[in-house]
């Protein structure tokens, strides 16, 4: 571990065991290099970690607060880490359906900027929550982009393959949500009833080079479904 | 409007208009700067809204890139405007059904920071969107740091009235999602079944010195329950 990591963790457990309150203004930089007694380009990589953990919150000229915790139980929706997040604090298994090649069709081809003709790896897992099904999941991957696929891979976490497999930095991605009713074979897979809630999410995943690089259509167990948005301070 | 937010509307329209195309990187800051004839802070801040408002998208050290554009008929799930920047697109109006000043409970206590015996607004509200249900809402805002409301505030955009009336700016806010179904009640408000799916959504919004000032459980109407969710690049 860096130590910038180490230092991100301190605080970090300060703010667990409530030594650093919610709402609390943590010291100024010079402070916080003193206490660590590493450079302020440490402290800075300690503190931009733990902002974009959702743990601190940094406001331009005004100083460092303490965000609240999140509360237990409910997964992060918009983690680019796929679930590989909250693995633990939740036991999160996939049975894959299908692993395939295919020439996808022109809306999927739309949303990952591809050519007619492009190939992309083509995924249907059932994704396993503490034992109980939470979504089932259709995913395009473009093939460009992440030449190589295998099952033992997508029976794991895909998103730690490609940061940590393929050394791909991942950006920013689009959601697209929607309530309704499922349909007989989502609840089949789900073992729910057919029209019982459900949450639908389409997501564009982009590399940081801006490039897509996954489609994902995950219909959500809605007994499972409780999750956790945090807006950042980009939205200030 | 100031110069900064010119430039950021032009550029915004030629990314709207294509000449500027999804995934497309911009020109650097200096080519930007020569361009539009302002100094570096100038193009910096517009820069820097365009990346708040989610149409361009900053890799340190590789460049801005242009992201794509929302599909039309979803409303922002994570907004600090509350729907107000959605007005454009859509045609948003409140019922007021509540307003009242009460002693919270402790769990809205809990939420708000607030202690024992302390007040807030509460409102309740049903939402329209183009004349169909949107939503009910409940929401406890505190008296201690929004003192004043009434029924023509809360019958138009509170969030309005916090940053424009009250020049107070909004942080972050967490927010907590869950799917289920409408109980009677709430089935009754949105003109809905009971038992048919919601999306139940519990937000704490905090202004930017970290205090939370609004807390506000929301159930939605699953036919109009049509959202966007962009991640930032504070998650990379």
């Known amino acids: 571990m860096l130590k910038y990591q180490q230092i991100a963790l301190d605080i970090e457990r300060m703010i667990e065991t409530e030594q650093l309150k919610r709402g609390v203004k943590l010291p100024v930089l010079e402070a916080l290099m003193k206490e660590f007694e590493v450079s302020k380009s440490t402290i800075t990589k300690a503190l ?22 999140k509360r237990k139980g409910f997964l992060s929706l918009i983690s680019n880490q796929g679930f590989k997040d909250s693995l633990e604090e939740f036991d999160i298994t996939s049975e894959v359906l299908e692993l395939k090649i295919v020439q996808p069709e022109r809306y999927v081809r739309d949303a990952l900027d591809l050519p007619e003709g492009a190939e992309a790896h083509y995924v249907k897992r059932i994704r396993y ?20 696929l295998n099952k033992e891979i997508v029976t794991g976490s895909i998103f730690h393959y490609i940061t940590e497999g393929l050394k791909l930095q991942i950006g920013f991605s ?63």
């Open 174 to 236: 689009d959601m697209y949500l929607q309530v309704g009713k499922l349909t007989e074979e989502e609840a089949g897979y789900l073992q729910l009833k057919s029209g019982d809630p459900k949450l639908s999410a389409e997501t564009i995943f982009h590399l940081n080079n801006g490039k897509p690089f996954d489609y994902s259509m995950i219909t959500y167990n809605y007994e499972q479904s409780q999750f956790y948005v945090q807006s950042g301070s980009y939205l200030r």
């Open 48 to 69: 931009d970690l733990l902002e974009k953990k959702g743990v601190i919150y940094q406001v331009r000229g005004s100083g460092i607060f303490v965000r609240g915790h």
């Open 129 to 148: 929550i503490n034992g109980k099904t939470l979504c089932v999941e259709n995913s395009y991957y473009s093939k460009e982009l992440i030449p190589y």
